[in-house]
């Protein structure tokens, strides 16, 4: 089964892209909703959290302090470092196991941090979804009403866009002014099932 790995900045624009290709029937893989199930009340990856970070990093109903963490691991880089080695194993672990179970030509992977944890040697072929900084600051402001400061910290902690555009397979405008998102996704869908028909594809195009 070829393996799309859909990576791209914050607020690129990446989930919307997600929905459009399960709207053709595609499975999609998301690493960050595994990773929420993976920390949810009663899993092993909270209790390991717990014993690296403290009390603290648990709400009193036992659930995961999501803000505090979220607080730790941008004001320091080690703290954010000790948080991955416990969840990222996890998560591509899991992702594994979900692409074992899959009957279908081709799967989305959507993994955010594909190249800054790189794994792409995890997929066959490398979708990015892109949009310029400004419009990605823009779309955070009104979506999680974050502060001009934090947006471009988390952007300045990814990899560059010239870096994603550089290393990708494919390549997906996401700009304000893109209204042919959808028909974008469907070109690609259709060339993602002729890829899955052929033996090699990587080179089949």
């Known amino acids: 089964m070829l393996k799309i790995g859909l990576t791209g900045g914050i607020g690129c624009?990446?989930?919307?892209?997600?929905?459009?290709?399960?709207?053709?029937?595609i499975p999609v893989i998301?690493?960050?909703?595994?990773?929420?199930?993976?920390?949810?009340?009663?899993?092993?990856?909270l209790a390991q959290i717990q014993r690296k970070f403290g009390t603290d990093a648990l709400n009193p109903d036992g659930?995961?302090?999501?803000?505090?963490?979220?607080?730790?691991?941008f004001s320091d880089g080690k703290q954010k470092q000790k948080l991955e080695a416990?969840?990222?194993?996890?998560?591509?672990?899991?992702?594994?196991?979900?692409?074992k179970r899959l009957d279908a030509p081709y799967c989305i992977i959507c993994i955010p941090l594909l190249f800054e944890t790189?794994?792409?040697?995890?997929?066959?072929?490398?979708?990015?979804?892109?949009?310029?900084?400004?419009?990605?600051?823009?779309?955070?402001?009104?979506?999680d009403n974050?502060?001009?400061?934090?947006?471009?910290s988390i952007i300045d902690s990814q990899v560059s866009r010239d870096f994603r555009k550089a290393h990708a397979n494919?390549?997906?405008?996401?700009?304000?002014?893109?209204?042919?998102?959808a028909e974008a996704v469907k070109k690609l869908h259709n060339f993602y099932l002729s890829l899955s028909t052929c033996q090699d594809k990587l080179v089949c195009e």
């Open 63 to 73: 659930s995961l302090n999501r803000e505090l963490l979220r607080e730790l691991i």
């Open 170 to 181: 494919d390549l997906i405008d996401n700009s304000e002014t893109n209204d042919r998102l």
């Open 86 to 99: 416990i969840l990222h194993p996890l998560v591509y672990q899991t992702i594994q196991a979900e692409v």
């Open 146 to 152: 974050m502060t001009v400061e934090r947006i471009q």
């Open 118 to 143: 790189n794994m792409a040697h995890l997929v066959d072929r490398t979708l990015v979804v892109d949009c310029s900084i400004e419009t990605q600051i823009e779309r955070l402001k009104k979506r």
């Open 13 to 25: 624009g990446k989930s919307t892209v997600a929905e459009i290709f399960g709207k053709f029937k």
């Open 30 to 45: 998301d690493a960050d909703e595994i990773a929420h199930r993976l920390v949810a009340i009663g899993q092993p990856a």
